[in-house]
C-alpha cells in the first residue's frame, strides 16, 4: 500500500496493490500497519457504511458536530469525484478542500480524518461506495455545507449536469453560516 499526501495534511490517498489474473483481481482494502509503517496512529474504525447512486447524485458536504468521524473511504463500483474540506476551527487549512476520482480500476482510496467535511459525486452510471468510520453515526449531531459554496470554489465534474441532491442537502449552509458550535476544534 502507498500513502500519498494530499494538499490538505492528514487526508492521504491509499493506492493498494492490486493482484489480477484471468479470473479477476484481490486486492486487499485494509491494515492497520500501512498506517503505522509511515508513523501514524491506525484508525480504529466502528461502523462501516455502502451506499449505491447513480450518474449526476451529489452526496455531501457532510459532518458531524459531536464525535466527529473519521473515514476511510472507497467506490467498490463504478467512479465517484470525491471532496473533503477542513472544518476544524482555527485550523491554518479552515475552508480548503481536496478532491480525488476513486473507482473501481485503481482501488485508490481516501483517508479524511475527524474534523472533515465528506462529500462525492458520481460519474460512472452506478456506483457503490463503501466506507469505515471512526465513530458512530449521530443523527443528533449531523450537519453540512453546501456542495456549491462559492467560498469553497470546488470544481466538481459535473458536466453541466444538475446534480441530483437529498431534500436535506439542498437546505445546507454555507460555511460562511455555520457558527463555532458547527464546527470541530483544531488539534494542532
Not at 2 to 18: N, S, W
Request: hydrophobic residues 40%.
Amino acid at each position: 500500500m502507498k500513502l500519498i499526501e494530499t494538499a490538505l495534511p492528514g487526508v492521504l490517498i491509499l493506492e493498494p496493490q492490486v493482484h489480477g489474473d484471468a479470473r479477476g483481481f484481490f486486492v486487499e482494502t485494509y491494515r492497520a500497519s500501512w498506517f503505522e509503517a509511515h508513523g501514524l496512529t491506525a484508525p480504529v474504525f466502528v461502523q462501516d457504511n455502502q451506499s449505491r447512486s447513480r450518474r449526476g447524485v451529489l452526496r455531501g458536504l457532510h459532518y458531524q458536530t459531536v464525535n466527529p468521524q473519521g473515514k476511510l473511504v472507497r467506490c467498490a463500483r463504478g467512479a465517484v469525484f470525491d471532496v473533503a474540506v477542513d472544518v476544524r476551527r482555527g485550523s491554518p487549512h479552515f475552508g480548503q478542500s481536496v478532491g480525488v476520482v476513486l473507482d473501481d480500476e485503481s482501488h485508490r482510496q481516501l483517508w479524511i480524518p475527524p474534523g472533515f467535511a465528506h462529500g462525492f459525486c458520481v460519474l460512472s452510471d452506478v456506483a457503490d461506495f463503501a466506507y469505515k468510520c471512526t465513530s458512530y453515526y449521530d443523527p443528533a449531531s449531523d450537519t453540512g455545507i453546501r456542495w456549491n459554496d462559492p467560498a469553497l470554489g470546488i470544481d466538481w465534474p459535473l458536466e453541466d449536469i444538475e446534480p441530483l441532491l437529498s431534500a436535506k442537502d439542498q437546505l445546507l449552509p454555507l460555511l460562511a453560516g455555520q457558527a463555532d458550535d458547527k464546527l470541530t476544534v483544531y488539534g494542532g
